[in-house]
């Protein structure tokens, strides 16, 4: 099954969470664990795919893996905050890095929150149930 075309709903202007991850498998079962929660969830397998998908619908809320071939998530989440349409979307980190000094380094970038893997579903629950779905 490929969790990232499921849809919870049918509306055109629908909230939805897109993982970001270039692992396919981590990045489908992050989205699995999001619909769970009742959430529509979006895979982009890396970075040139996660800021086509942010252009042609905003997500509610950005989960990006901080480590990815060719340009980290950070990177990713800079190029995303200088776009003024894009600024305010919220972006947690998946990681599997328990550094403190990242950790530090990612939340004064304006990160939301930051998630280490394997993920804590209620942690990622917390996360979800602080957005609005409008």
Same mark, same amino acid.
């Given at each position: 099954?490929n969790? /990232?075309s499921? /849809?919870r709903?049918?509306?055109?202007?629908?909230?939805?969470?897109?993982?970001?991850?270039d692992?396919r498998?981590?990045?489908?079962a992050?989205?699995?664990?999001?619909q769970?929660?009742?959430?529509?969830?979006?895979?982009?397998?890396? #970075? &040139?795919?996660? %800021?086509?998908?942010?252009?042609?619908?905003?997500?509610?809320?950005?989960?990006?893996?901080?480590?990815?071939?060719?340009v980290?998530?950070?990177?990713?989440?800079?190029?995303? &905050?200088?776009?003024? @349409?894009?600024?305010?979307?919220?972006?947690?980190?998946v990681?599997?890095?328990?550094?403190? /000094?990242?950790?530090?380094?990612?939340?004064?970038?304006?990160?939301?929150?930051? +998630?280490?893997? #394997?993920?804590?579903?209620?942690? %990622?629950?917390?996360?979800? %149930?602080? +957005? /609005?779905? @409008?």
């Amino acid at each position: 099954m490929n969790l /990232s075309s499921v /849809s919870r709903d049918s509306s055109p202007a629908v909230s939805y969470v897109l993982v970001v991850d270039d692992n396919r498998v981590m990045a489908e079962a992050i989205a699995g664990m999001v619909q769970l929660m009742d959430w529509e969830a979006r895979v982009a397998p890396g #970075p &040139r795919a996660a %800021l086509q998908a942010v252009h042609d619908a905003p997500p509610a809320l950005i989960l990006m893996d901080l480590n990815m071939q060719g340009v980290n998530g950070l990177e990713v989440m800079r190029y995303i &905050r200088r776009d003024p @349409t894009l600024e305010k979307v919220p972006v947690v980190f998946v990681t599997a890095e328990d550094d403190p /000094s990242i950790q530090n380094k990612v939340m004064q970038a304006g990160a939301l929150d930051y +998630l280490l893997k #394997p993920i804590d579903f209620d942690k %990622l629950e917390k996360v979800l %149930l602080g +957005l /609005s779905k @409008t």
